[in-house]
């Protein structure tokens, strides 16, 4: 045998919509990831062109089920990732299930569709994401979030008008309503106070650095968002 022979790799692409796709990079040639991944993008393929063109209920359920099956099998799989690539592989699997999610619901309600199905796989990803992101994102860390869009929403953040000064952070949409952050004042109060009079002030305003510039809790922050709605049947 040859000790020499390297192990092949390639990025793998499955499309949601025209113009979005979820990339699995990384991903080894032949391998189970690779296997159970090409089966998934068979039949997604299928499930949206039978939703397109007015497939039957059964056609649509059976294609669901099976990728249901092809989507647990792949989280079950998540340990066979290349750790330093699994961030990325575990977000994009949320991804494509909340997505997957989605097209269930767009599945017409006069076609009888199972919702039990669609609860099914939001409820695998919910507990998908608590399995690899649930741990990161404490109540710490959400403080800090809500501590800094509370202040950004008040304009009390330091800009560096400095071109590529540390703190000239690009804008970004905001995580918490403004009733989040009015509760989040409102219920700590002194805390936050206390928290802008001991940070670094320059010119009179914080001079602080956005949590979501880390890019692995961004990673864990963007993948709590896109959850699907859980349903009551689907907790039991």
Known sequence: MNSN??????????KIEIETIVVFNHIVVNSILDIRLNELKTDFDKLLRQIKYGGNVSEIKNKAIDINVTIKNLMESTDLVNPNKINDFVSNLIKFTAATVAKYEEVDNSKEFPRAIRNELANLCDKYFKRYFGRYLDSNVWGEIKFYEWLKR?????????????????????????????KFFNDNQSYVIAKMLSSNIRASKVNIADPLSDVDTKCFVDSHKILPKLEVDALN
């Open 154 to 182: 008040g304009d009390f953040i330091y800009v560096d008008i400095c071109a590529g000064g540390r703190w000239s952070q690009p804008e970004r949409e905001r995580y918490f309503s403004d009733d989040d952050l009015d």
């Open 5 to 14: 022979t390297q192990t092949e790799i390639k990025d793998m692409y499955i």
